[in-house]
C-alpha cells in the first residue's frame, strides 16, 4: 500500500535554473620553467547540484471536494476542503472539527462546515484514525477561505490499511470542476 500512496518526489535539480554565482580563480599554471606564474584573477561561473528529497507532495481529491496530502512514508495524512469548495460555500462562520482518536471509514462524515450560504459535511477520503484537529479553525472559521489548502486544514490522521482508490490528482480535480 505504501507504494501505492506514496507522493515523495526525488530531483536533481541545477542550482544554476535559480543562480549562477561567480567563483574567483587565480591560475598558477606556468608555460615555461622560467616563465612568471599568471597571476591574474579571471571570473569563471559555476553551478551546483542540489537534490531534493523532501516534501514534493502531491494532493488528492474527492468527488465530494476534500483533499488529503499524504506524509512522505505514507503513513499520515493531512485532510481538507478543496478551494474549489471554499470558494462555493462562501463566507465560513463555523466548522465543526472531528474527534482526535476517532477511528474514521473513507466516505465517513468526520465534521461539518457552516457558512453563510449553506452547510456541507466534510468526508474523510481515507480509512484511519484522526491524530490531530485544526484548532485554529475553531476560533477563526474564517481561515478556510483564505487557505484551505493551507492553513486552513481540517485534520490529521493515521492511515489505515487498505488503498487509495477514486481520488484525483490535481489535473484531474481541475477538469473535474471544470465539467
Not at 484511519?128 to 484548532?135: E, M
Request: one cysteine or more.
Amino acid at each position: 500500500m505504501a507504494s501505492i500512496v506514496r507522493s515523495s518526489l526525488q530531483k536533481r535539480i541545477p542550482i544554476s535554473t535559480l543562480f549562477l554565482r561567480p567563483s574567483f580563480v587565480i591560475s598558477s599554471r606556468q608555460a615555461s620553467p622560467r616563465a612568471q606564474p599568471d597571476k591574474s584573477p579571471s571570473c569563471q561561473w559555476s553551478a551546483r547540484t542540489l537534490t531534493l528529497s523532501a516534501a514534493l507532495h502531491e494532493k488528492k481529491y474527492t468527488r465530494d471536494h476534500e483533499w488529503i496530502e499524504l506524509s512522505e512514508d505514507g503513513k499520515t495524512g493531512t485532510i481538507g476542503i478543496s478551494t474549489y469548495a471554499a470558494k462555493a460555500l462562501g463566507d465560513v462562520v463555523y466548522i465543526e472539527l472531528p474527534t482526535v482518536d476517532t477511528e474514521i471509514s473513507a466516505g465517513d462524515t468526520i465534521g461539518a462546515v457552516e457558512s453563510v450560504k449553506s452547510a456541507s459535511d466534510i468526508l474523510s477520503p481515507l480509512t484511519g484514525k484522526v491524530i490531530a484537529k485544526n484548532d485554529l479553525l475553531e476560533e477563526k472559521p474564517g481561515t478556510i477561505n483564505k487557505a484551505p489548502e493551507g492553513e486552513g486544514w481540517i485534520a490529521q490522521i493515521e492511515v489505515g490499511e487498505g488503498e487509495v482508490q477514486g481520488l484525483m490528482d490535481g489535473e484531474e480535480y481541475r477538469k473535474f470542476t471544470e465539467e
